[in-house]
């Protein structure tokens, strides 16, 4: 494992497994270390592998599991191996806090929570257990008041934004168009918020529409968006919502420039039949990971795990997968730094950690900025394209909007 880069004094050093035996028991860890044993560190992965958010989140499993196959051959983390304990909360929040109390007393922390809701609802649990933990959700609230919590790269208001605000200059969008938002009702208010920022800079009309998650006619916001001659839509929805809208949209002569807050809602399936050409000229999605023929030293990293210990063919949620658990790994390490692994320790050594880099797999976190505040202001911008090897090609590298700065995000 690399040194870990910081902007304080944070140290990193792997420690015997004989130092470690004193904070431990073998039979599972000790009621400070749950999970740790003289050979083992046991880690949460809690995700959606068949609800609506499954196509993702098997995607970010993979990439997470290839970073331990990797991490284990080079030595593991304090000297153990790294095991995930994998449950799939359906995207159901009542399932993700009955499962954290399932694990709560077997894993030293929660690597993965994926989903807003789930992570919202399991956050009172971890802080008061100071378990390490991160999210593949991005908004803001789930970083007030959550102390052992980071989220691998900027939130949605963040990447709204910036995405937005690269889309109305690239389009050259005047004083006066309208742009737009369909969004499920509930969620993702940190992207209303971040459009809104956009409309009045660039005195734009902003037109918002809702659905639920069980919808699946897009009839009604397509004819809004279209009454209103809609430039630009940002469809903060799942996978499946994606495709519909897209067609829909284009069968009712409506053809904006369609952006998403997150890859999370992007599939391949997206780029075969009548959509491909849709989404190829006229989509882009906001990222916190490099595209996979990215030239960064972090991809390559990436790419060569891969080539050693992955199977069938790559996706475009390998890097991502990849470089959180890179990031959980180096805490954990700070964590064993005096010869201690325990939920304490760790969470002591994350508190003092100024800064995290991955050499490009992901964006810059930043741990300064203060409750509430997104970890990271990069943002890069990823284009579908079918020739691209996981359908992502790179079309802004990482940048920070200065409509971002302006705003004091």
């Known amino acids: 494992m690399k040194p870990m880069r910081t902007a304080g004094a944070v140290a990193l050093a792997l420690v015997t497994a004989a130092s470690l035996a004193a904070c431990s028991n073998t039979d599972g860890g000790s009621a400070d270390a749950p999970g740790v044993t003289e050979d083992t560190i ?31 051959d080079d030595g593991g983390v304090c000297g153990r191996d790294v095991e995930l304990v994998v449950r799939d909360h359906k995207n159901n929040t009542q399932d993700a806090v009955t499962i954290y109390r399932e694990l709560e007393n077997q894993v030293l922390g929660v690597q993965s929570i994926l989903g807003s809701g789930p992570m919202l609802a399991v956050a009172p649990s971890l802080n008061q257990d100071k378990v390490l933990a991160s999210s593949y959700a991005w908004d803001e609230f789930l970083l007030e008041g959550n102390e052992t919590v980071f989220l691998p ?12 605000e690269w889309v109305v200059k690239e389009r050259g969008l005047k004083e006066g ?6 969004r499920y009702d509930g969620i993702f208010e940190g992207v209303l918020t971040g459009m809104e920022m956009v409309a009045e800079e660039y005195g734009l009309n902003l037109v918002e529409q809702k659905m639920q998650v069980t919808d699946s006619d897009f009839t009604a916001p397509v004819r809004a968006f279209k009454k209103e ?15 519909g809208f897209a067609s829909t949209a284009a069968s009712q002569g409506l053809e904006p420039a369609i952006l998403s807050p997150s890859p999370g809602n992007f599939d391949e ?40 210990y992955g199977e ?35 969470a002591d050594a994350f508190a003092g950690i100024d800064s995290l880099e991955t050499d490009g ?24 394209d079918s020739s691209a090897t996981t359908g992502f090609t790179e079309v802004q590298e990482p940048f920070v909007s200065d409509l971002v700065v302006k705003n004091d995000l």
């Open 269 to 308: 399936s997206l780029l075969e039949g009548a959509s491909k050409e849709i989404f190829e000229k006229n989509s882009y999605f906001a990222s916190p990971f490099a595209a996979w023929d990215n030239e960064s030293e972090g991809a390559a990293e990436v790419r060569a795990a891969f080539e050693k």
């Open 361 to 384: 797999m992901m964006s810059e976190l930043d741990f300064t900025r203060g409750e509430g505040k997104s970890q990271s202001l990069e943002v890069s911008i990823l284009q579908p």
């Open 229 to 243: 001659d809609a430039k630009i839509v940002m469809a903060a929805i799942g996978t499946a919502h994606l495709g």
């Open 153 to 164: 790269g900027a939130t949605y208001e963040v990447n709204a934004v910036a995405l937005t």
């Open 177 to 182: 168009d309208t742009i737009a938002l369909l």
């Open 42 to 72: 046991k880690l949460g992965h809690i995700t959606d592998l068949t609800g609506p958010w499954g196509p993702v989140g098997k995607k970010y499993l993979a990439g997470s599991q290839l970073w331990v196959d990797a991490v284990n």
């Open 312 to 346: 069938g063919e790559p996706n475009f949620g390998l890097m991502l997968g990849y470089a959180q658990a890179e990031v959980f790994g180096r805490v954990l390490e700070s964590g064993c730094e005096d010869g201690e692994i325990t939920r304490e320790s760790v």
